[in-house]
């Protein structure tokens, strides 16, 4: 398992570099000067030219971007042009934000996602299935941006019973950090859930029509046994890939809903730091969720191994 | 549902609410919704609107406007102009110490000065040129020399240019003063978490404490709206400014909720570019005629109904019409297709002319041009809409690649900073690239005229010229609207956009 992982590392490193690359140019090509959008109404050409200077923006790509490799290895990601702070500590205030959102969106989706594929696919063909479908579809469908609006709307605005957006948290007060990321992570969950259960459905289907299920239940096994322990045993390879990566997606940010419900995570830092051209927190954040998305990999790898032993003859 | 708007109602509410604040202070936290975020918390550095906000609870300055933009005393008590108009010589308030304990007097007012024009970083260079030393006269006064008579300089005072901070911290923080900003306010810094909250808790060595009369108040960015409302509906926040015109009747529909509006300082409108580059030697950029045509061909007022339920305020000049910088002779155009359509033929384009307009890619602009555009349409003008991002349209702006702009300003309290940086040949702002030697002249001479009359004087004299010329098709003038839990009272409506906490109370 050491080897297989060790190569999966290997593997990792140069997607990494080509990641860092390609973050790097595709900013560099958009239009638009991140000093005149960070002078706003205050355009002062000597001011900007001192600021281009500090920056380093005058120097040729190629050493601004070797600069800005370097300095990230050694844990220097650069300073926010707009807010001065260093690009480490904004990143440091927003992790704990966005894996507690992400974390809760995937319990969310878990919860209705999985056990609503197992039972579809259990009773493929009925009623329940086809309901479970439609469930499914309308938690795909529905924008995030709408759903979000409507439970603020209802749940807060109506009958208050949940803050209607901000963050607290964990470590200053628990039970208020989680009442208010409950519907932005339910908003994110519910349409996760729908990939989830449609996932869960086709490895179920696949699963309960092979031979060892028809043998299971030839032995006399309860079916609640044949399904749960021999069917969906086998069916979580592609649960679990498909986790890890909804995961990855999760921590590189939710865009639309930090947005609505003025969550201060990784999505939301993104935007307007694009927006702002505040490269070096673009580039800081790009490369730190890309590092994310591919250790969640490595994880998804590590499950298979503890989930199928045909594995670990290799 | 009470609508304050900057009167002698207005003054004369706050006035009652100071001597409530007398009574008592509440241990609350005051939570205001902001539209954005600010950007780094240093007075000299600073760009942004809401970071202005922020500092009108965190930094005193020198000098602090009424709603109706007289200039009145805030850390300086009283000011003299010399004779010539050269020196100004300033009493400052006694016994009054910054956050970090560091006392106020004549020497912090000069180190601050100095640190404005010299720090590479300031952004308060070009407002505070016209100071060339200053020199304390005593503890609590100082002389602020000038190279030449500045009419502009109270007002720069009475902005972040005159912004006091700390000059203990400001000495050991250098450029990094803004992570932990140290000045005189009512209000200290107390924590920031970008994108999520500042928070200020209450000085409690504050000069007018007893105006004061929040423990804490915190900034929230929630950039969106409609969520910006729901917030303070649900409690979540006790007050928001800039709520969008559109939501006003709900707002005021609301009996939790209560309205207060002004008519800001800024304009919208749209910039041609008339010699900026190759691209300024365009029809439009070459015949004023054609943007006469266009301005005849909008009408402004069912502008303001359309996209803002009536909302704004129509404008034709960089001041609004209820400023009295306002040049009279020159009200507010009636739409009028018929003399659009004339002006088009005698510019030699009978059959009509497109016109290429770039737009930020954001609901309120792209609404407007596309109203313009049908306005503009029965003219015979084809408005072409290039909805670009922000920073990109900047750019394009500021490079001369484009043949009008729909771009505004957030304005100023000096009617200089409204016009002069646009309009005067090779001003900084000046990315229509207009020039006209009379123009020059009367926008320089308002700025150093002594009287009030003079300078109106120059403006209109600058107006009549920009009227006729139409580098700027000045279109509306956007109107804060700010929505606060109906506890709050004393709130006043200021035309800056501010909010200014003197007095303001929560009654249960």
């Known amino acids: 398992m050491l080897l297989f992982l060790s190569r999966r590392v290997l593997i990792a490193l140069p997607t990494i570099l080509l990641i860092s690359v390609f973050v790097f140019a595709l900013q560099k090509l958009l239009p638009g000067d991140p000093l005149l959008v960070l002078a706003g109404e205050e355009r002062d050409p000597a001011v900007l030219e001192l600021l281009r200077e500090k920056y380093r923006l005058n120097d040729p790509l190629v050493v601004q971007y070797f600069t800005w490799v370097t300095n990230a290895l050694t844990g220097d990601l650069g300073i926010s042009l707009r807010t001065n702070q260093p690009v480490t500590e904004l990143m440091l205030q927003k992790l704990p934000v966005t894996l507690q959102l992400a974390a809760m969106s995937m319990i969310f989706a878990l919860v209705i996602g999985v056990p609503a594929g197992i039972l579809s696919a259990y009773k493929k063909g009925t009623v329940t299935d086809y309901i479970a479908n439609i469930v499914a579809l309308s938690g795909l469908s529905i924008p995030n941006f709408w759903l979000g609006i409507m439970l603020i709307l209802l749940v807060s605005v109506k009958w208050q019973l949940l803050p209607a957006s901000g963050y607290v948290p964990l470590s200053e007060d628990f039970g208020q950090s989680i009442r208010t990321m409950l519907m932005p992570s339910f908003v994110l969950g519910t349409a996760l859930a729908a990939t989830m259960m449609r996932h869960t459905r086709s490895a179920m289907l696949g699963v309960l029509s092979a031979d060892y299920v028809r043998t299971a239940r030839a032995k006399g096994l309860t079916e609640r046994r044949v399904v749960l322990k021999h069917a969906f045993r086998n069916a979580l390879t592609p649960i679990v890939t498909l986790t890890a990566l909804l995961f990855g997606e999760l921590v590189a940010g939710a865009v639309l809903t930090e947005q609505i419900f003025t969550i201060p995570g990784f999505g939301k830092m993104v935007v307007d730091a694009v927006f702002n051209r505040d490269y070096a927190v673009v580039q800081g954040i790009v490369l730190v969720t890309a590092v994310g998305f591919i250790f969640m990999n490595l994880v998804a790898d590590a499950l298979y191994f503890i989930l199928n032993p045909r594995l670990r003859g290799q | ?508």
Not at chain 2, 430 to 445: C, G, R
Not at chain 2, 486 to 502: N, Q, W
């Open chain 2, 1 to 508: 549902m009470t609508l304050l708007k900057p009167t002698l109602m207005a003054a004369l509410l706050s006035a009652t609410a100071l001597g409530l604040a007398a009574t008592g202070a509440s241990a609350k936290d005051l939570r205001i919704g902001l539209q954005s975020d600010a950007d780094v918390l240093d007075p000299d550095q600073s760009r942004t609107f809401v970071g202005r906000i922020v500092y009108t609870s965190l930094c005193d300055k020198l000098v602090d406007i009424t709603p109706d933009l007289e200039i009145i005393p805030q850390l300086a008590t009283a000011w003299q102009l010399s004779e010539d108009g050269t020196t100004i010589t300033m009493q400052l308030r006694e016994g009054v110490v910054f956050h970090d304990g560091t006392p106020f007097n004549a020497e912090a007012v000069a180190a601050n000065i100095e640190r404005s024009k010299t720090l590479d970083e300031s952004r308060r260079k070009s407002e505070l040129a016209s100071v060339s030393s200053t020199e304390v006269t005593g503890e609590y006064e100082i002389k602020l020399h000038l190279a030449g008579p500045d009419a502009t300089l109270m007002a720069q005072l009475a902005d972040r240019a005159g912004m006091m901070i700390s000059p203990t911290a400001a000495a050991a923080a250098g450029a990094d003063f803004g992570l932990n900003p140290v000045c005189s306010g009512p209000y200290s810094f107390s924590e920031r978490v970008a994108q999520d909250k500042i928070v200020l808790k209450r000085f409690p060595d504050y000069w007018n404490a007893d105006a004061i009369s929040f423990d804490s108040v915190t900034f929230l960015p929630i950039p969106d709206t409609t969520v910006r409302l729901a917030n303070l509906q649900s409690g979540d926040i006790d007050m928001l400014e800039r709520l969008a015109a559109t939501d006003l009747a709900q707002a005021k529909g609301d009996a939790n909720i209560t309205v207060a509006e002004a008519v800001s300082l800024g304009y919208q409108g749209i910039t041609f570019n008339v010699g900026n580059g190759a691209k300024g030697d365009n029809p439009w950029g070459n015949d004023k005629r054609l943007r006469q045509a266009f301005s005849y061909a909008v009408d402004r007022e069912a502008l303001n109904q359309v996209v803002f339920e009536g909302a704004a305020a129509a404008g034709n000049q960089p001041f609004p019409p209820n400023s009295p910088w306002y040049d009279a002779a020159f009200p507010v155009p009636q739409r009028d297709v018929a003399k659009a359509k004339e002006l088009l033929a005698e510019a030699g384009y009978p059959d009509g002319l497109e016109l290429e307009v770039q737009v930020p890619n954001t609901t309120v602009p792209l609404q407007l041009m596309q109203v313009v555009q049908a306005m503009a349409a029965e003219a015979g003008i084809t408005v072409k809409i290039v909805s670009k991002e922000f920073a990109t349209l900047l750019a394009d702006q500021s490079a001369g690649d484009y043949t009008a702009s729909q771009i505004g300003w957030s304005g100023r309290v000096d009617p200089d900073g409204n016009i002069h940086g646009f309009v005067t040949t090779d001003a900084g702002l000046n990315d229509a690239k207009f020039s006209n030697a009379e123009v020059d002249a009367a926008l320089n001479a308002a700025r150093i005229a002594p009287t009030t009359e003079e300078r109106k004087a120059s403006y209109d004299a600058a107006s009549a010229i920009l009227n006729d010329e139409l580098p700027l098709v000045y279109l509306y003038h956007e109107t804060w609207i700010w929505a606060l839990n109906s506890k709050i009272k004393g709130f006043t409506a200021y035309p800056d956009g501010m909010i200014r906490l003197e007095g303001v109370t929560w009654s249960e």
